[in-house]
């Protein structure tokens, strides 16, 4: 009766506007594997939760989660570091959780899904990739992502959008979505669905073996809270605000409850702006997403600027959302290079195994037929260099995520940064000699307001 139930969703969920044969679909729920999820869970709340019990309602399969590690989309650190966020996931209904690690939980809406579902369909272990959406309908996103594979129509946005140079991508993309499919493609132009359209066109891309499922969302991005559901947004905005209480009444359990006292984005982004003051222009340019002079604009936003705030507001313009002056700030003060952007994962980190015996089957699976090294130390994956320079970046990313009052300067940047700090009335000491020529790091430079 399962494998019954299995089919009837396969056909269903799977394949909305077109047909497929009683011996296919039956072929199709014999092989099935698990179903993957690209998440980021800043924090894991009861939507999230909601999401994977009815993933396991619906599939009857176990869930793989390729989750963001220490940072996420909006190029800032999490709420809750990676090993919290993944127990939290474990407990709640995921099987395995792996990493997604910086910079690729970072880049833009396409280059993050292709991330992603590579993670999933290389790792071996899934045949399905369920999303939330806020349309629901898998059939409209499979349509509107073989659209956007369309040379002649990927040609006329860019066209539209130099005759409307005040419109970003995203927006002269919608513009030319709805002359050809109407309202329709209206219903899909919100966050969660744009995305499920990049993870329909990622499994594309990589040829993945992957079945997108959309879920409907527990509730909309922008709606308000219903007492049980509400966006992870607005917990992160309540928990800013110091209103634990309401923040807490939509996540599963306490876990979260002490990361998000001390949450504090505000200390991060005094870190990249020091970061940034220590670049030029020249290392700027070779940074990723910086290109048509953008180096010279953040040059001279940060340089006017007293703060990171500052910096932000006098970038804001029509052309550039805040989103992209996010990842603009912190891979510039990471030094992310065009090259990294470039070079696909190489490696898969598991960061939480549920108790369970299929979380445990999936693990000995993983480490048979995954393409990817799997990673719980970085001496699993030192012969491979490229998993091994990425796995290192990451970590160098991570520790500077926790920075208060030390912050890691590249090359002569110091120089730059402590002449600019010293006008700002910020007092400045270089490190102890033996830490300058550090390859890693190069100089240390220990910044404290008056």
């Not at 698990?34 to 399969?61: D, M, S």
């Not at 499922?213 to 992160?236: C, E, K, M, Q, T």
């Amino acid at each position: 009766m399962i494998y019954y139930d299995r089919i009837k969703v396969y056909c269903r969920q799977s394949f909305p506007n077109g047909k497929i044969s009683a011996k296919e679909a039956c072929a199709i729920a014999l092989s099935a594997k698990a179903c993957g999820v690209v998440c980021e869970y800043n924090p894991f709340h009861n939507g999230h939760a909601y999401q994977l019990k009815r993933i396991r309602e619906i599939l009857h399969l176990p869930v793989v989660c390729a989750m963001s590690g220490t940072f996420v989309q909006r190029a800032e650190p999490a709420c809750m570091p990676k090993a919290a966020r993944a127990a939290c996931a474990a407990k709640h209904g995921a099987s395995l959780v792996l990493e997604l690690p910086f910079p690729y939980s970072c880049f833009t809406a396409e280059k993050f899904a292709e991330a992603g579902v590579r993670l999933l369909g290389q790792s071996g272990l899934c045949s399905h990739l369920a999303f939330g959406s806020e349309c629901a309908d898998s059939g409209l996103l499979s349509a509107l992502a073989e659209a956007l594979c369309d040379k002649t129509l990927l040609k006329s946005i860019q066209v539209y959008q130099k005759e409307h140079p005040e419109l970003t991508y995203i927006r002269a993309r919608s513009a030319v979505l709805r002359t050809h499919f109407g309202e329709a493609a209206a219903r899909c132009e919100n966050p969660n669905d744009i995305l499920g359209i990049e993870y329909i066109k990622a499994i594309r891309k990589c040829g993945a073996d992957l079945i997108p499922i959309a879920l409907a969302r527990s509730v909309g991005r922008n709606d308000a809270p219903n007492g049980v559901f509400a966006s992870s947004s607005l917990v992160r905005r309540l928990a800013a605000e110091g209103d634990l209480e309401r923040a807490e009444a939509f996540l599963p359990d306490d876990a979260a409850h002490g990361f998000l006292k001390r949450y504090q984005p505000e200390t991060f982004r005094k870190t990249v702006y020091l970061l940034l003051l220590s670049k030029t222009q020249a290392r700027l340019s070779e940074c990723c997403e910086y290109g048509g002079g953008l180096e010279n604009a953040v040059y001279r936003a940060v340089h006017a600027s007293h703060s990171y705030e500052e910096a932000f507001d006098a970038l804001k313009c029509k052309t550039l959302t805040d989103a992209k002056i996010r990842r603009l700030f912190l891979f510039g003060a990471f030094d992310v290079t065009k090259e990294q952007a470039e070079t696909p994962l190489a490696y898969a980190n598991v960061l939480a195994c549920a108790k369970e015996e299929a979380a445990s089957a999936l693990l000995r699976e993983a480490r048979k037929s995954s393409k990817l090294p799997l990673a719980r130390r970085v001496g699993t994956i030192r012969k491979n260099k490229n998993a091994a320079a990425q796995y290192a970046a990451d970590a160098l990313a991570e520790e500077l995520s926790g920075s208060e009052k030390r912050v890691w300067v590249l090359g002569d940047g110091w120089a730059i940064c402590e002449k600019a700090l010293k006008e700002r009335g910020v007092f400045c000491s270089v490190a102890p000699e033996e830490l300058r020529w550090q390859t890693a790091f190069g100089v240390c430079l220990a910044a404290q307001s008056k």
